[in-house]
């Protein structure tokens, strides 16, 4: 596993909700935007544990809804427990990444 896999394994899943929040999403969706935003090509075989692991803490949501373009698609939606642990993700990111950022940049 490459160093840059590890430490996206531990913030993707608030990469994740923070999407979820903006707009409930479906998880082809879900991976382009993480694309989109520079993260890479985040294979759903990654995104889909992520998302069940999240619905079995009760931090999203789904359901099924018809597609004008194909075969139903299962939409996630963020929760109230998912806000709130978001908010805390966010909380810890901003405390932890300017001193490593110092650290590594010989500071």
């Not at 544990?49 to 939409?75: A, C, D, F, H, N």
């Amino acid at each position: 596993m490459s160093i840059r896999t590890q430490l996206l394994k531990g913030l993707l899943d608030a990469c994740v909700l923070s999407i979820i929040k903006e707009k409930e999403t479906y998880g082809y969706e879900l991976s382009q935007k993480l694309l989109d935003s520079g993260l890479g090509n985040i294979s759903e075989g990654t995104i889909y544990p992520v998302l069940l692991r999240l619905q079995k803490k009760e931090l999203i949501t789904s359901e099924m809804r018809i597609s004008e373009l194909g075969p139903k698609r299962k939409y996630y939606f963020i929760t109230s427990l998912g806000i709130e642990a978001l908010n805390e993700m966010t909380d810890e990111w901003n405390a932890i990444h300017s001193p490593i950022t110092n650290l590594l940049n010989g500071g």
